[in-house]
């Protein structure tokens, strides 16, 4: 079945350092949508890519969409203690139910002040 | 308005009964899904309904599990004869419609001793 991998499993950086966590699938995906989940909270959504090769950018978070739409990445500008969380991938894949969003295991990241 | 709403948050029971989880979504929302989350996993699917119906259930991992939507907004999640590997954050998410963003409740956290 489909699978949604992404690293790094974990990430420590030193506030004002950039961040990047990569996400591929195992197959081509309809869309992808990126959930940040702060310890003990729940996913809250930050945003969902649906183009080949598309770019959005939110502050100083930057997310990515490949051009074969298998992978995508999401990457952090300088840091702050408030990005501390985990990053989750999802994707839908072409021709399952368009109901069915599979997450990755996600990408923790710890920041040091 | 309110968010999804989750009742119980905590839910103890012992292994081989029955539990009931509740879900209230973000009101007009017609898609509902049920998640489950392991520690240091991302959340795995279980079922999306579409109104009334469930519309894709692939994800639940046998027929001891089975949800619920009779009115199209309250959400029942039922789990019989339960076992210890069922313990685990069960979530709830809405959406306004089926590959929009999904907006997650806080959890209920079930715990089979």
């Known amino acids: 079945g489909q699978q949604v991998m992404q690293i790094p499993q974990y990430q420590h950086v030193q506030e004002g350092e950039d961040f990047t966590t990569y996400c591929n699938s195992s197959?081509?995906?309809?869309?992808i949508q990126w959930y940040k989940q702060r310890p003990g909270g729940h996913p809250v959504f930050l945003i969902q890519?649906?183009?080949?090769?598309e770019v959005k950018k939110q502050k100083r978070l930057t997310f990515q969409f490949g051009e074969a739409k298998k992978n995508s990445s999401l990457h952090i500008t300088a840091t702050q203690t408030t990005d501390v969380g985990t990053y989750f991938c999802?994707?839908?894949?072409?021709?399952?139910?368009?109901?069915?969003?599979?997450f990755g295991k996600g990408t923790k990241l710890s920041v040091k002040p | 308005g309110a968010g999804v709403s989750q009742t119980p948050s905590n839910k103890v029971t012992e292994k081989g009964k029955y539990v009931e989880l509740r879900c209230d979504p973000i009101s007009g929302h017609t898609a509902l899904y049920w998640y489950r989350q392991s520690l240091g996993q991302g959340p795995e699917f279980l079922i999306y309904f579409q109104g009334t119906g469930a519309a894709d259930d692939s994800g639940l991992p046998n027929d001891r599990f089975f949800a619920v939507r009779p009115e199209g907004s309250v959400s029942t999640l039922k789990i019989q004869r339960t076992e210890r590997g069922d313990s685990a954050v069960y979530l709830c998410a809405s959406s306004q419609q089926h590959t929009g963003s999904q907006y997650f409740g806080p959890g209920t956290r079930l715990t089979v001793l």
């Open positions: 890519l649906v183009k080949s090769g």
């Open positions: 999802a994707g839908r894949s072409y021709g399952g139910s368009q109901g069915n969003l599979i």
């Open positions: 197959t081509t995906l309809s869309n």
